[in-house]
């Protein structure tokens, strides 16, 4: 078992453009969540699945983000035209539902630089 | 509105001292995580509580969660310089899968 990771650690991308994120969650784990962290913040939650079910979204995540988990494994977060006010680290984490908690794994994120 | 209050956002000490992170809310929660975050890495889990009163230790760190399940606190004997990071909680509210989180303790321990 190797955590949760995600691809790419890194973008730095121009006003306007489009970006994809992957989150691989941990394998046995049903729950994938997508969470947003600006400097000096806590992280604030965007989104998550249920297997391949999409349950909860914030008001965070306006129509130009999409959150995908095709077949319950691995999620990917679009961002279109991005903004500089996406600029932030992006963190995904992952839970085995459980009857008396759900602890979430948290991955290392991808820090998006929007110029 | 910040559900998950955390004091102090900055503490400085040197190694050896005690220190205490405090993690307050009005609301109940379920559930409260504790997470350390390095810079530009995403938050590692320290400990997870459930249970109104419950203590836990891991090592120098000891965790307790309030009776009535609004808060919690972090204690750490000795601190050393590879204490220093971000500590972070966060709680789940019955209902509502996503995490809540406070805004952290940057804590540095210096040699």
């Known amino acids: 078992d190797t955590g949760v990771s995600q691809d790419p650690r890194h973008k730095i991308t121009k006003r306007g453009q489009n970006v994809t994120f992957r989150c691989d969650p941990i394998?046995?784990?049903?729950?994938l969540y997508w969470y947003r962290q600006t400097l000096g913040q806590g992280p604030e939650f965007l989104t998550y699945?249920?297997?391949?079910?999409?349950?909860?979204k914030s008001r965070l995540l306006s129509d130009r983000f999409s959150a995908e988990r095709p077949k319950g494994s691995f999620s990917t977060l679009e961002i279109q035209r991005t903004e500089q006010g996406d600029s932030a680290m992006y963190l995904c984490?992952?839970?085995?539902?459980?009857?008396?908690?759900?602890?979430?794994?948290f991955g290392p994120g991808t820090r998006l630089t929007v110029l | 509105t910040q559900l998950l209050e955390q004091s102090p956002q900055f503490l400085s000490i040197q190694e050896g001292e005690n220190l205490t992170v405090y993690c307050n809310s009005s609301?109940?929660?379920?559930?409260l995580q504790w997470y350390r975050q390095e810079p530009g890495e995403g938050p590692v889990l320290l400990v997870t509580?459930?249970?109104?009163?419950e203590v836990k230790k891991l090592k120098r760190l000891t965790f307790q969660f309030g009776d009535a399940r609004k808060d919690s606190s972090l204690h750490i004997t000795a601190a050393q310089p590879g204490d220093t990071g971000l500590y972070l909680c966060?709680?789940?509210?019955?209902?509502?899968?996503?995490?809540?989180f406070g805004k952290g303790t940057k804590l540095t321990v210096n040699p």
């Open positions: 699945f249920q297997n391949e079910a999409q349950l909860e």
């Open positions: 394998s046995e784990h049903n729950r």
């Open positions: 966060a709680g789940a509210r019955g209902g509502s899968e996503k995490l809540v």
């Open positions: 609301s109940v929660f379920s559930s």
């Open positions: 509580v459930v249970t109104g009163g």
């Open positions: 984490a992952s839970s085995l539902l459980r009857p008396s908690t759900d602890t979430q794994y």
